[in-house]
């Protein structure tokens, strides 16, 4: 199977700053990669597909990025609400699908 | 507006199977460019992929789950179902139901609110 690695597994930020979560496939996985936000006790929502299309209805300060193996997550200005965990996940193998382990992102 | 619900019992027996109902309304699970999924998360850790159904019954599920999984369909209700057999501890979880295309986007787009399968005698 296809493993992904985020880094960093935590992260804090304040409010305004720019942020960037990577997230590294074990093989190339082309553009078909996938970032969601989880929020405690709720389930994951898309934010981005295909490694830098905007989900519908996802605030434009989110971007993503890459291709191949290394992708990233921007989130240009950090608004209250963002903070959360975020997850990448390969969509190249729709037989076997993978997750990365998760980056916390929590206020400074 | 697409609405996923999962559904069954939040205790399960070690050893026993764990069997959970995804009803999916607002839209047919019967959609040519949809499969639909198991994901779960154990308490405080990450997303697992179960496995995934096609409208037609062909299914693929998370080797690591070895053939304890069994997820079925049924079109004409517009549910799936997930089974999964001699669970242990390990297994406690929430559950998710979930929708993904074949093709762009190939993300979940659609979840369920989650529930909660706790293993324990």
């Known amino acids: 199977d296809i493993q992904m690695t985020q880094s960093p597994s935590s992260l804090s930020a304040s409010v305004g700053d720019r942020v960037t979560i990577t997230c590294r496939a074990s093989q190339s996985i082309s553009s078909y990669l996938n970032w969601y936000q989880q929020k405690p006790g709720k389930a994951p929502k898309l934010l981005i597909y295909d490694a830098s299309s905007l989900q519908s209805g996802v605030p434009s300060r989110f971007s993503g990025s890459g291709s191949g193996t290394d992708f990233t997550l921007t989130i240009s200005s950090l608004q209250p609400e963002d903070f959360a965990t975020y997850y990448c996940q390969q969509s190249y193998n729709i037989h076997l699908i993978t997750f990365g382990q998760g980056t916390r992102l929590e206020i400074k | 507006q697409l609405q996923l619900q999962e559904s069954g019992p939040g205790l399960v027996k070690p050893s026993e199977t764990l069997s959970l109902t995804c009803t999916v309304s607002g839209g047919s699970i019967s959609s040519s460019t949809y499969y639909w999924g198991w994901i779960r998360q154990p308490p405080g850790k990450g997303l697992e992929w179960i496995g995934s159904?096609?409208?037609?019954?062909?299914?693929y599920h998370n080797p690591s789950l070895k053939s304890r999984v069994t997820i079925s369909v049924d079109t004409s209700k517009n549910q799936f179902s997930l089974k999964l057999s001699s669970v242990t501890a390990a297994d406690t979880a929430v559950y998710y139901c979930a929708r993904h295309g074949l093709s762009t986007p190939r993300g979940f787009d659609y979840w369920g609110q989650g529930t909660l399968v706790t293993v324990s005698s």
């Open positions: 159904i096609y409208y037609s019954g062909s299914t």
